[in-house]
Nanobody, 123 residues
Framework: QVQLVESGGGLVQAGGSLRLSCSASGRSFGSYHMGWFRQAPGKEREFVAASTSGRIQYYADSVKGRFTISRDNARNMVYLQMNSLKPEDTAVYYC?????????????????WGQGIQVTVFS
């Protein structure tokens, strides 16, 4: 069982930056594929970025070049650095962990989820 807790969200002006953090409990963190998803009001939850257990990163086209996912296996942490933020990035951001197989970009691919954290970008 893995428990995930996000932090670092908040209110930021368009063009600004935020860094989200996700702390994971449990053992074998390095073997998990980690992902970030987001859900805007009235929309479905969508894939943002993933870091595989082998530290390969994947990004949604909408954030590529602006967001960076990273992980610190020694501290059981995963991060999402968000730069050049846009109002359309406003959403609740979720950290997720997948314990099996390859990484995925669908909600159903992930076994464990954080409670989510609000990011609001104003123009």
């Amino acid at each position: 069982q893995v428990q995930l807790v996000e932090s670092g969200g908040g209110l930021v002006q368009a063009g600004g930056s935020l860094r989200l953090s996700c702390s994971a409990s449990g053992r074998s963190f390095g073997s998990y594929h980690m992902g970030w998803f987001r859900q805007a009001p009235g929309k479905e939850r969508e894939f943002v970025a993933a870091s595989t257990s082998g530290r390969i990163q994947y990004y949604a086209d909408s954030v590529k070049g602006r967001f960076t996912i990273s992980r610190d296996n020694a501290r059981n942490m995963v991060y999402l650095q968000m730069n050049s933020l846009k109002p359309e990035d406003t959403a609740v951001y979720y950290c997720a962990a997948r314990s099996r197989g390859w990484y995925g970009q669908s909600e159903s691919d992930y076994d464990f989820w954080g409670q989510g954290i609000q990011v609001t970008v104003f123009s």
